[in-house]
């Protein structure tokens, strides 16, 4: 359903016809009673409540060569339930239920069933009952002492289900008579199947058609048309209407003797229309509520795991038709089976995306499922959700209820709100935690109101109606013709006008293609312009399709960078589904053939759109309502109300036909298999007949079926067969889909990665935002949630990866001879492993050495061996699983198993230890073979390893995800200082602090305890660290202190980072400084602690009133140094998603900014010295403010005379007087703001600032003409030689481009001048 136009089915060229099938399933009382072993235990139930195996009885015609009738699967859908017995003491009714059989290529044919129950008359069959009721009222009396067993879930609540002959059947206990046959006084009834297989979803028209064919058995003699004869014009007669056309066509009546009842199926028009929808979404909104319905199509846009829940077989279907076909103009990939038979149950623990249907009453005691962290649970019944964790909210979601909302109050549609009996429970729920023997329990039958065995009457009123007023009420509106559905809904309907069944069809149509409309109009305005940033192929079809899953097809960088922020979470991960994939590469594959026809679809919304607003790429973030609905719905009414076309009414085709028949017969099959000539239709506006031909085949002579369109991926067969050898079939390909999920998982994030490192070396490509990398990390927990679920046999929490974990940790806790082992802290299969690993580590006692050989984990050396704790080296941190899981525990904002899952990969992938903590995990074969079946993925070892290779290959590249994505988390840093390693200068009796700023947040300052150069302390998580402050307060009788450099670690991520010093702190000694700000650059792994001591042994530069500066770089090197570091800053602000902190290494880094236009300014610099003392670039700075101040005395006494003058003098000197201005002033802040920095802190500080302000290249004019310039520069040096300064003003001037945005950190609180 859910998609597309097109009519023609299979190979051939021919109509396409409203029915291929016509079906009866039910008892096939030659071979006779069968239990049908998947219904749960048979012995815990009396026979009566036995579920027994059906069979076809009969279908016609034989075959039709497009499509090949598979008896087991239509068997099994007609009859979900399987076959079921009862006795006239039963309240019993039709039911109808609608399903879909999805074949290997996608393509969907689509049932219609009436289920029935008629008396079974077969002696054999009612004595094997009778015995079975015997033999199991012996059973209850001898075996359990006459205690009646457990009524089953969902079954009529009676204490027994058959008693023995001891027992009374009380009278205060009329349900337990149910549950007994007794062949002397009861009528035996079994369940019967009418069937239609159809190309097309009409369910209104095969609803009706079966519903009047069941009514219209004849009973007695009388007039009517033979069965055979509506079944035969309906196969044969009636084909599906052209686009944009009516047909009407005659089906039977609900009576044998009047004429054949008229119904009318339309298609829409192409591509004007929305794809046809028979099913009402009217139900679903009032089943479900409109929160609970959004959420659910939010689920299936992010492509989760979707089961519904029902005691209605039609409900199942009903909710999921609609919530598909609302996904246009996109369309569901993946498993769709809206009604899982009891045989199938198994692939509930499929780990694939999947939209499932489970019967309430079919679940059985051992049913279970795998994994629930991409699970949307629905109980449609009871109106509840369940959604998987870290669900987006979809865009615009409360505007877009809200039109919903006031469509549905339009139409009168009840609706539950939020508040109205939904729950909807996000991550806290019971649903799921007590479903896992299935959701819910205690599903009761509706009360069913009359036996249809004696009278086959549906219409006949409840023998026992409230009162005789109502009874009254209730006669006379059934005499209108109107079928009551509750008595309680009387005063209600007669209150309203009534409808007759053709007019509730059409006002259905309508509302559908109203509500459709809407939800089309939320993906139009989205994705407006999504024709932009589709890639078209430079190569041949071939090509192309043999290089698909390397190629970028959809500039998805692009494409988010135009979005709302808010709206980023839901879209950067919808990008990444399967239904967008396959959009975009329909849409490229028409540069060789015919455009999809939902793409067309779409396009022309868009199309109407951009005629009203223009073709602007970027719409408004504003929500803007449908205003297509009217055009839509004039179309649709215009069809429904102008019939053009008309099949021929039915006729006898039996000359000699049975009179009456007492149950629902087998039909004549010679007859039905008879194909006519050819099918004719009257033109309601012509009088003469034509031959109904397709003319949409004309050109190619075969056209796309609707299921080819919308699902051209292939889709798992579900078969009936349950030998091993199909099961293992199945299986297997689960587990390659598994391995082929990761390799392309795997190499979308190493690819995209490395295209984001590239940008930042300045290769060019594309940059992957944080968004997206996060939606590709968030991709990979998934999968492996998926594959750590596959073949699990008992389910132990939400997270079968976190399970599996904590049970690893727990048998090596248990590892330890020392610790007792509580016996109710394992299971059955886990006590067993610890007694192995027990037995293990007895027998190898005496053989152990410093290092324990358990699976690989770290074991503390020898207090001889260890390394030595201090300024000179820096303890490694523990690699083991067990480690990394404990700091995943202590993490308190977690309170999911899921959460805790999803962070331990954050933090494995971070680490670059995620392929070495699986392999170890799964290197415990014991546990393994206790947690899963033989067929699971994690048993498949040539699978497993190359798994293990596809995550291995993601230490290439760096990740941050778990940094990144935890900001309020506790983490542990350690600070390690290295000193000066003259002892003169290796401490300080001073009180010492450090400050330290991530791109998450900053700390206080932080006190270093008297003496230590190596401490923890406990922060909220920083983030990626950036910069370092360290200081003292110069107190004590030798505060001067000698730094060399300082490393800090987070003591969870491991990542290390490198604060190079090489300077004193101390007054009197240096520059004076007492506070220095420092820039870190993170340590790659690669190099280890020994490596990282020596590479910062020596100081970046030791500034001492004994050692003079020496310059060796040339003005040209200079001029280069400079170009570089102006050039990286403006390639940082041209990025679609700067990281926050890499500005500050821009800006203070090595080879940054400061130090770039610090050695600028040393060139030419005529005395560092002047009577014993250093001079400094801030010396200069502050002399030239100086002679700033003196120029802006003079030029206030002139600026008198100047005013009546010459006003374009006065302009040019006002920009002069600002700029002098706004340096003095820059000056002064910093010398009033930071007394404990140095003089190349405070340097430091002003160039950060101006580079804020927009000042530097415009003081670098009037500094030249300064009096101090001409003292303390050569004439070689930049602000003395014409070229030179021509070249400083230049190279500065394009900063003024950007906003700069400085840490904290950076600023000392000054605040911004302009």
Not at 633 to 651: I, S
Not at 1065 to 1091: F, H, M, Q, Y
Not at 1250 to 1275: C, F, I, K, N, Q
Request: hydrophobic letters at 35%; proline letters at 6%.
């Amino acid at each position: 359903m859910n998609g597309s136009l097109d009519m023609i089915r299979g190979p051939e060229q021919h109509p396409s016809r409203f029915a291929d099938y016509f079906v009866i399933c039910g008892l096939d009382q030659d071979s006779g009673l069968e239990p049908d072993r998947f219904f749960g235990d048979s012995l815990q139930s009396t026979p009566l409540d036995r579920a027994y195996k059906g069979t076809v009885l009969g279908h016609y015609p034989d075959s039709v060569p497009w499509n090949h009738f598979d008896k087991h699967a239509v068997c099994m859908l007609c009859l979900p339930s399987g076959l079921r017995f009862r006795t006239q003491k039963h309240s019993i009714e039709p039911s109808f239920h609608s399903f879909v059989l999805t074949k290997e290529d996608g393509h969907r044919t689509y049932g219609f069933s009436l289920l029935f129950y008629e008396e079974c008359r077969n002696k054999k069959i009612c004595h094997a009952m009778q015995t079975l009721q015997s033999m199991h009222i012996t059973e209850l009396s001898s075996g359990q002492n006459g205690t009646p067993p457990i009524p089953r879930r969902g079954q009529d609540g009676h204490n027994t289900r058959s008693l023995p002959r001891h027992f009374k059947l009380s009278a205060h206990s009329p349900g337990a008579a149910l549950g007994y046959y007794d062949y002397t006084k009861d009528k035996l009834l079994v369940t019967k199947s009418i069937s239609l297989l159809c190309q097309q979803p009409y369910l209104h028209a095969a609803r009706t058609f079966l519903t009047n064919l069941y009514k219209c058995v004849p009973r007695h003699p009388g007039p009517g048309l033979s069965l055979e004869s509506y079944v035969y014009n309906l196969l044969y007669n009636v084909p599906i209407p052209l686009p944009g056309k009516s047909l009407k066509f005659f089906v039977p009546n609900d009576e044998p003797a009047k004429v054949p009842l008229e119904l009318v199926i339309h298609q829409p028009t192409l591509p004007e229309e929305l794809p046809m929808l028979d099913y009402p979404l009217k139900d679903v909104f009032s089943w479900l509520g409109v929160d609970c319905v959004i959420q659910l199509f939010t689920c299936l846009l992010l492509e989760n795991q979707v089961l519904l829940r029902s005691a209605d077989f039609q409900k199942l279907m009903v909710v999921s038709e609609c919530i598909t076909a609302l996904l246009f103009p996109f369309s569901w990939q993946h498993v769709y089976v809206p009604i899982l038979p009891a045989s199938l149950h198994h692939f509930l623990d499929a780990p694939v995306p999947f939209v499932m249907g489970l019967h309430a009453q079919s679940e059985g005691g051992n049913l279970k499922i795998a994994s629930e962290a991409n699970l949307c649970y629905v109980d449609i019944d009871k109106q509840s959700i369940q959604l998987p964790e870290e669900l987006p909210v979809f865009p615009h979601r409360l505007q877009f209820i809200t039109e919903i909302r006031d469509l549905l109050n339009k139409f009168k549609v009840p609706h539950p709100d939020k508040t109205d009996n939904m729950a909807i429970n996000y991550f806290n729920g019971d649903i799921m935690t007590s479903s896992l023997t299935l959701p819910g329990s205690g599903f009761h039958h509706p009360r069913r109101k009359h036996s249809l065995h004696d009278v086959l009457d549906w219409d006949r009123p409840d023998p026992e109606p409230h009162s005789e007023t109502l009874q009254r009420i209730v006669d006379i509106v059934k005499r209108t013709g109107v079928n009551l559905g509750d008595i309680d809904s009387v005063d209600k309907t007669t209150k309203e006008k009534i409808l007759t069944a053709q007019e509730e069809y059409h006002d259905t149509l309508i509302f559908n293609n109203a509500l459709r409309e809407i939800f089309l109009n939320r993906f139009v305005q989205i994705f407006s312009s999504y024709e932009h940033f589709v890639i078209q192929p430079s190569q041949d079809k071939e090509e192309w399709l043999c290089n698909r899953d390397s190629m970028h097809v959809f500039d998805k960088a692009t494409f988010l960078s135009d979005q709302p922020a808010q709206h980023l979470p839901f879209l950067s991960r919808f990008l990444e589904s399967q239904m967008f994939a396959s959009l975009v590469d329909n849409k490229v594959l028409a540069a060789w053939s015919e455009l999809d026809p939902n793409i067309r679809v779409f396009d022309q919304r868009i199309s109407q759109l951009k005629q009203k607003v223009g073709e602007g790429i970027v719409r408004s973030p504003c929500y803007e309502a449908c205003q297509a609905i009217t055009a839509t719905q004039k179309l649709l009414e215009q069809r429904l109300n102008n019939v053009e076309l008309e099949a021929v009414p039915p006729t006898e085709i039996l000359p000699h036909r049975a009179a009456y028949f007492r149950s629902f017969p087998l039909l004549d099959g010679v007859a039905l298999n008879k194909e006519p000539t050819q099918s004719l239709l009257r033109s309601r506006r012509g009088q003469k007949q034509w031959k109904y031909k397709m003319k949409m085949i004309e050109a190619s002579g075969k056209l796309q079926t609707p299921q080819e369109s919308q699902s051209p991926r292939p889709q798992t067969k579900f078969s009936t067969d349950m030998s091993p050898a199909l099961i293992a079939q199945a299986n297997w390909t689960f587990v390659e889909k598994l391995l082929k999920d990761c390799k392309s998982k795997t190499k979308r994030m190493l690819v995209e990665k490395m295209g984001s490192e590239a940008v930042a070396l300045g290769h060019g490509g594309e940059f992957l935002s944080d968004v997206e990398e996060n939606t590709l990390v968030a991709s990979l927990c998934d999968l492996l949630e998926r594959v750590w679920s596959h073949g699990l046999q008992n389910k132990q929490g939400k997270s079968a990866l976190w399970s599996h974990l904590t049970t690893y940790q727990e048998l090596d806790e248990c590892n330890d001879a020392t610790k007792s082992i509580d016996p109710n802290f394992l299971t059955p299969a886990l006590a067993w492993c610890v007694l192995r690993k027990r037995l293990d580590y007895l027998s190898n006692l005496a053989l152990e050495t410093e290092v324990s050989p358990t699976r690989g984990r770290e074991r503390h050396k020898s207090s001889g061996e260890r390394k030595s704790v201090g300024p000179e080296h820096l303890r490694p941190l523990p690699d083991s699983l067990i480690f990394d899981i404990r700091n995943v525990q202590a993490m308190t904002d977690i309170k999911t198993h899921i959460g805790y899952a999803r962070a331990w990969v954050r933090l494995a992938l971070e680490k670059k230890l995620l392929s070495r903590h699986l392999k170890t995990l799964l290197s415990d074969t014991a546990l393994v073979r206790s947690q899963y079946k033989r067929s699971a993925f994690l048993r498949c070892e040539e699978e497993k390893e190359q798994f293990l290779y596809h995550l291995l290959t993601l230490n290439a590249v760096d990740y941050f995800c778990f940094t990144n994505n935890y900001p309020t988390t506790k983490l542990p840093y350690r600070v390690v200082i290295f000193p000066s390693r003259k002892a003169s200068a290796a401490t300080t009796t001073a009180n010492s602090w450090v400050a330290i700023s991530g791109t998450l947040c900053e700390t206080n300052p932080v006190s270093i305890p008297k003496g230590a150069l190596e401490f923890v302390f406990h922060h909220r998580n920083l983030g990626v660290l950036s910069t370092l402050r360290i200081g003292h307060d110069n107190t004590g009788l030798s505060p001067k202190w000698m730094v060399e450099h300082i490393v800090v670690r987070n003591e969870v991520t491991g990542h290390t980072f490198k604060f190079p010093c090489g300077r004193w702190l101390g007054k009197g000694i240096d520059d004076g400084s007492t506070e220095r700000l420092l820039v870190g650059a993170l340590v790659p792994k690669s190099i280890d602690n020994e490596e990282l001591v020596e590479s910062c042994s020596t100081p970046p530069r030791c500034r001492s009133p004994s050692i003079p500066r020496r310059i060796t770089l040339t003005h040209i090197e200079l001029q280069h140094m400079l170009g570089e570091a102006v050039n990286a800053i403006v390639k940082f602000h041209y990025r679609r998603e700067p990281q926050d902190g890499s500005l500050t290494a821009l800006l203070c880094g090595e080879s940054g900014l400061v130090p770039s236009l610090e050695q600028t300014f040393l060139f030419g610099f005529k005395s560092q010295r002047l009577f014993g003392k250093n001079l400094y670039v801030w010396d200069y700075f502050v002399r030239v403010k100086e002679n700033f101040e003196i120029s802006l005395l003079e030029e206030m006494d002139e600026y008198s005379q100047r005013l009546s003058r010459d006003r374009r003098a006065l302009t040019e000197n006002n920009q002069r007087f600002n700029i002098l201005r706004s340096y003095c002033h820059l000056i002064d802040q910093i010398n009033t703001c930071s007394q404990a920095l140095g003089k190349d802190g405070k340097f430091q500080l002003f160039i950060c600032l101006g580079a804020r302000e927009h000042l530097l290249h415009r003081m670098l004019s009037p500094m030249s003409e300064a009096r101090s310039t001409v003292d303390m520069y050569e004439e070689i040096s930049f602000l003395r030689s014409p070229q030179l300064l021509t070249f400083l003003i230049q190279i500065l001037e394009p900063l003024d481009e950007f906003h700069i945005v400085l840490e904290k950190s950076l600023t000392q609180g000054i605040s911004s001048i302009c």
